[in-house]
């Protein structure tokens, strides 16, 4: 889809349209002079860029302009075009501008054998050590985890990331090293020891960094977990990468709780998403205290609502990349279940199930819920960072909160044993508008 920009656009259309008639009119080339059509058609085009380029005098860099992309939603049709000054000024805290007239880019690697969430935890450590060095991040897309043996390469449009630094003004890995060879520029390590300050704001200038041991305030070993820096790393962050998941993702035009795409979730029913992390195999057993702790207090708050609790996380292996939580967490889980609603009528009674799900749809899952448990892991804190949607029971994180690091402005801090640090009727208010949503999901629609 191309977006026409006032005058400018009117004269791209109009010698479109010139190419088509002329490719029209030579059509009788095909017989008398041995021209193909797809030889004629090609010229034309050819003819009318050349006209266009000379006409406009555009450079590679303000053709960008023209071909950012429009999402479409499952309803509705076609959305409006995306706010590109209401974006731009959204992650102006978090992503730097490049600048062509003085290039400084900052490549940071992203650690392979981790999960999504450790991934991108370290993207956002990168942006903010960009920013605060005035640096370009330079993006470079989520791939495959060898450790975790997942794909993560459906992040990527799931969130609308591509499109988002395109918006923005960044840069890509191919730019960046066309820039280095352009300029038979170098590399230049960052120290982990030196703080932005010490860096010179020269231009043509071009570093490397990566991993999470990269952060100068943390006087031990610069780990960004525990460093001040990254002090309300996720909150900072939010605004941006929620407003590029609804602009330019896939995310929000499907929903993986319904089968009929055409089919919307009851407004009566609670879908809830709970995470069991991989590593708490161990550390919360599934008769673990915690669970009935957290089935109390969501019974308590949502004594109104039929709640159906979606099981997530890896452990039993299905086909095509799919993945359930074991039959073990399932059963005890639907035991605690039986013994917090005991008394209560079946219709609120919740259910509980434990799909085969790939991860492309336990991070959708994530992202949809009405209520999101975690466990501890970054995973579904990612989840509530990219999405509103979602009142997020946020689990203490492996690392601790830090510094505020990973909360949002829609967390429900929760404490190890599973007791939620907020009060019931904030959470009940929150319940409620999300079962009443301001924007439309491929789950819910707008209520009037």
């Known amino acids: 889809m191309i977006i026409l920009p006032g005058p400018r656009g009117w004269l791209l259309c109009g010698l479109v349209d010139l190419t088509l008639t002329w490719t029209d009119a030579y059509k009788p080339l095909d017989r008398f002079g041995g021209m193909s059509k797809r030889t004629v058609a090609n010229l034309g085009i050819f003819m009318t860029g050349a006209v266009v380029a000379m006409a406009l005098g555009l450079s590679f860099r303000s053709l960008r302009v023209y071909f950012l992309p429009v999402r479409q939603q499952v309803r509705g049709g076609l959305q409006s075009p995306p706010d590109y000054q209401k974006i731009q000024q959204a992650c102006r805290p978090i992503i730097v501008p490049f600048d062509p007239d003085c290039p400084r880019v900052l490549a940071y690697r992203i650690s392979e054998g981790v999960g999504i969430g450790h991934q991108f935890t370290e993207l956002l450590f990168g942006l903010r050590k960009a920013h605060s060095y005035g640096l370009a991040y330079m993006f470079e897309p989520f791939g495959h985890s060898a450790t ?60 490397q960094s990566g991993g999470y041991h990269t952060c100068y305030s943390d006087p031990k070993d610069h780990n960004c977990f525990y460093a001040p820096e990254s002090a309300h790393l996720f909150e900072d962050a939010s605004e941006c990468l929620r407003m590029a998941s609804r602009e330019f993702g896939t995310a929000f035009d499907k929903c993986v709780f319904l089968k009929d795409p055409s089919a919307t979730l009851p407004r009566d029913t609670l879908y809830v998403v709970w995470h069991v992390r991989l590593g708490d195999m161990t550390l919360h057993s599934p008769d673990d205290a915690s669970y009935n702790v957290v089935l109390h207090q969501l019974r308590n708050i949502a004594p109104s609502y039929k709640i159906r609790i979606f099981l997530v996380g890896k452990g039993d292996t299905g086909s095509n990349g799919t993945s359930r939580v074991t039959s073990q967490y399932v059963d005890q889980l639907r035991a605690h279940v039986d013994t917090v609603w005991n008394g209560s009528e079946d219709q609120y009674r919740p259910g509980v199930i434990a799909p085969y799900f790939t991860f492309e749809d336990v991070f959708l899952a994530m992202m949809h819920a009405d209520v999101l448990i975690g466990s501890g892991s970054s995973m579904p804190a990612i989840a509530a960072l990219v999405s509103s949607v979602p009142l997020f029971f946020n689990h203490v994180p492996k690392h601790g909160y830090n510094f505020g690091a990973e909360m949002t402005t829609n967390d429900v ?36």
């Not at 499109?163 to 390590?189: D, H, P, R, Y």
Request: charged share 20%; net charge positive; glycine share 6%.
């Open 148 to 207: 975790h043996r997942d794909n993560y390469t459906a992040i990527n449009e799931l969130l609308g990331l591509p499109a988002l630094f395109q918006a923005v003004g960044g840069i890509n890995k191919s730019w960046t090293e066309q820039l280095v060879n352009t300029m038979n520029a170098e590399w230049t390590q960052l120290n982990p020891r030196v703080g932005p300050g010490d860096t010179a704001r020269k231009c043509n200038a071009f570093y």
């Open 413 to 448: 801090d929760m404490e190890s044993s599973g007791t939620i640090l907020d009060s019931q009727r904030r959470l009940r208010i929150a319940i409620y508008r999300r079962l009443n949503p301001l924007q439309s999901t491929a789950c819910r629609t707008v209520v009037a």
